[in-house]
């Protein structure tokens, strides 16, 4: 059901916000806040819309938030950016080896534990080396991004440029229900043409937790498309040659990996297969789904329909979070993934320098969250299941905060 609109928001102009930024303390919020234009259509969390609403022109431009951050930061260093490739693979020959002296003794049962967290974190790691390729910033060499990023994404079974194509019009309409490509709350007109399972899985479950990552290299997200599958070059998510070949290039790599696993397979057994590859490859899916479902699912958090958006103002609608201990070994890809959302060419080295020059300018639109992962996790998906689905022709939608059952 469609709320009414909001009589009123908290909207600060660009000037304000930049002299907040110049003076380091907040401007005064007491001041009334102007009427929100009768005709928007608001859904979800009404007071959070009305706090969180900002009209385009009352956003920092790009190059406003580009200006503060150093320059050194958007220069990324092959040297540098192979030795995180180095460190992971020395890390997952150190765990394999580890493995290879454990296995068929008394210590296996307690080394696998250890073996699969760890391996399936570096798998995950690698995944995001791979993403510094497609976005361009681990190396300048367009030659270097595709060699490295075939090689780290073909080993995690990624087909490298099918991903790369589809997260990149993920940051190219981040924040708009209309255009973005995943997580994104659909339209009932949308969400009412899913058949069968899928529309189960969307509504019920976490995204089938460690298998969601395949399935949806394989089918896509959503109802817009008849064929979403990263795995053909005949795909819709393809729209000219020059991406079609690159598809093809990258799913050939797909299937040398997969007859590499295939071979090993029928040389070693399925059961070595899926204790040594197969867990720590779930495991991997599992870090995949809850860190990107966690960047772009929060309460009080916006979707703006592609009259209302804009490339800044959707892009400060992803959340950064800390994972701890294990920020470093993800290379810090959550505690600055919104800096890094608005300027993808930042070498993730770089992105914590980045993210404390921006922060200041964006004020209290960048949004951080410093709750428990689990507890982000818990609150993120309840908030999901309950408003997965928004109105058609809905203008601005807020996520609300989860409401407990009356039994609870």
Not at 202 to 222: D, E, H, K, M, V
């Amino acid at each position: 059901m469609a709320p009414p609109a909001i009589a009123a928001l908290d909207s600060y102009s660009r000037e304000e916000l930049l002299a907040e930024a110049a003076v380091g303390t907040p401007l005064d919020r007491t001041k009334a806040a102007p009427s929100l234009p009768a005709h928007l259509k608001v859904a979800g969390d009404l007071d959070v819309a009305a706090k969180r609403y900002r009209t385009n022109d009352s956003v920092p431009t790009l190059a406003e938030l580009k200006r503060a951050i150093p320059a050194h930061c958007f220069k990324p260093s092959t040297l540098r950016s192979l030795s995180y490739v180095a460190r992971d693979f020395v890390a997952l020959a150190a765990l394999y080896a580890g493995a290879y002296a454990t296995h068929g003794t008394k210590w296996s049962s307690l080394y696998l534990p250890f073996f699969w967290f760890f391996a399936g974190l570096f798998f995950w790691a690698l995944f995001v080396l791979a993403h510094d390729c497609g976005h361009g910033s681990f190396s300048r060499s367009k030659t270097v991004n595709s060699i490295v990023g075939h090689t780290l994404n073909s080993f995690i079974l990624v087909p490298y440029h099918s991903w790369r194509i589809t997260h990149r019009d993920h940051h190219k309409n981040t924040g708009n229900y209309e255009r973005d490509e995943i997580f994104y709350p659909m339209p009932e007109s949308e969400y009412a043409g899913i058949k069968g399972v899928a529309k189960w899985v969307y509504s019920n479950t976490f995204f089938l937790a460690c298998f969601g990552y395949p399935i949806y290299l394989l089918r896509g997200y959503g109802n817009r498309k008849q064929n979403a599958s990263h795995l053909s070059p005949a795909s819709e998510l393809f729209v000219n040659d020059v991406e079609r070949s690159q598809v093809t290039l990258s799913v050939a790599c797909w299937w040398v990996m997969a007859s590499a696993l295939a071979f090993a397979t029928f040389r070693y057994g399925a059961g070595i297969v899926a204790v040594y590859y197969g867990v720590p490859y779930l495991i991997y899916c599992t870090w995949l789904l809850v860190v990107t479902f966690l960047h772009h699912t929060e309460p009080g958090t916006m979707w703006y329909n592609s009259e209302n958006w804009n490339y800044v103002k959707g892009n400060l609608q992803s959340v950064d979070r800390v994972y701890g201990w294990l920020e470093n070994l993800h290379h810090d890809i959550g505690s600055s993934h919104t800096t890094h959302h608005l300027f993808s060419a930042i070498p993730h080295y770089h992105l914590r320098e980045a993210a404390a020059a921006v922060k200041p300018l964006a004020g209290e639109m960048y949004n951080v969250s410093d709750k428990p992962v689990w507890t982000a996790l818990w609150e993120a998906f309840a908030a999901w299941s309950q408003s997965h689905v928004i109105p058609d022709g809905t203008d601005v939608f807020a996520i609300p905060a989860p409401t407990r059952s009356k039994a609870e």
